[in-house]
């Protein structure tokens, strides 16, 4: 019986625009690393996390990965306890969905040790009980695209795998900043109007519809959020600039990642993608800030097992 196993899971960009709380991608090159160990004892520990710029809780119940391994063992009655250590690479606060990375590592090593391993798709409903620890909500935007991998609908039972052409790729730049998920959530209250409802609906369609056929056409056309992204553009310092500058690189479109304040900005070739990563970062180091780039086919691959031993 394996006693420890070893999972990465790669950053996302979450909402994708378009699909508020529903649609996601993953972003190679970055992500988190967990460990998990079989215990004898019936819980849950964190032993340690490693290279968090804040101080993260310890404590199972308030930490993403933790819950997420908590859900698990109750659905399952598991005699056995599990014993956590987590390594962050996704910048906290960045929209690239660093809870959910964490979340999703920790539960595909579990899986590992199962004496039964359950398939990707049910490891889902105990991702979301990690993911509401940390944003106060049950929403799969970052979750589906890490468990399958590339483009990912999630709705609150199902991830639908959408096709995109293999030469597509997204460029993702985090700004030296940090945006808290609660607050940019925040900023999404108030009153919004039907017309707004129908044109976003209208411009998911169109996106959905693009990747299915690979026509990029359609994605230029529908790849523009008239809903979230005009309430929290003003939370983020240089954004209108970044989105042009990718706009003006030939993107198929742009928008924040997740909550912000990360950029992200659809390319049909990766050449098209590396060529317009500086001047949207250019755009950033104008407002003041620093900034990280990442190019990524939107096909990447999803959380992977390291190790099992």
Not at 168 to 180: G, K
Not at 235 to 262: H, R, T, W
Not at 265 to 283: L, N, T
């Amino acid at each position: 019986m394996r006693q420890q196993a070893s999972a990465f899971s790669p950053a996302s960009v979450g909402n994708v625009g378009v699909g508020f709380d529903i649609l996601g991608h993953v972003i190679e090159g970055v992500g988190d690393t967990v460990t998990v160990r079989r215990i004898e004892a019936p819980e849950v520990r964190i032993t340690g996390i490693h290279g968090a710029t804040v101080d993260l809780p310890l404590d199972a119940p308030g930490n993403t990965a933790g819950a997420a391994l908590i859900s698990l063992r109750e659905a399952l009655a598991l005699p056995f306890g599990f014993e956590v250590e987590i390594g962050k690479g996704i910048p906290l606060g960045s929209g690239m969905g660093g809870s959910a990375a964490s979340c999703v590592a920790a539960l595909v090593a579990a899986n590992a040790l199962l004496d039964a391993p359950l398939t990707r798709e049910q490891l889902y409903p105990h991702a979301l009980v990690g993911e509401a620890v940390a944003s106060g909500g049950k929403h799969g935007d970052n979750l589906g695209p890490m468990l399958l991998g590339g483009l990912v609908l999630s709705t609150a039972d199902r991830l639908v795998r959408v096709p995109v052409p293999d030469h597509w790729h997204s460029v993702l730049v985090h700004p030296e900043a940090i945006l808290e998920t609660r607050r940019a959530r925040a900023a999404l209250q108030g009153a919004y109007e039907l017309k707004e409802f129908v044109a976003q609906s209208a411009n998911l369609a169109l996106v959905l519809a693009g990747c299915h056929a690979g026509d990029a056409g359609l994605v230029r056309e529908g790849l523009r959020d008239v809903l979230v992204e005009p309430r929290r553009a003003p939370l983020i310092v240089g954004f209108g600039a970044a989105k042009q500058a990718a706009l003006d690189a030939n993107a198929m479109g742009a928008s924040i990642s997740g909550a912000g304040p990360s950029v992200f900005a659809w390319f049909e070739s990766r050449g098209e993608a590396e060529a317009a990563a500086p001047a949207v970062q250019a755009a950033f180091a104008a407002a003041g800030f620093d900034s990280q780039a990442w190019v990524s086919p939107i096909n990447a691959t999803g959380a992977e097992l390291l190790s099992a031993t």
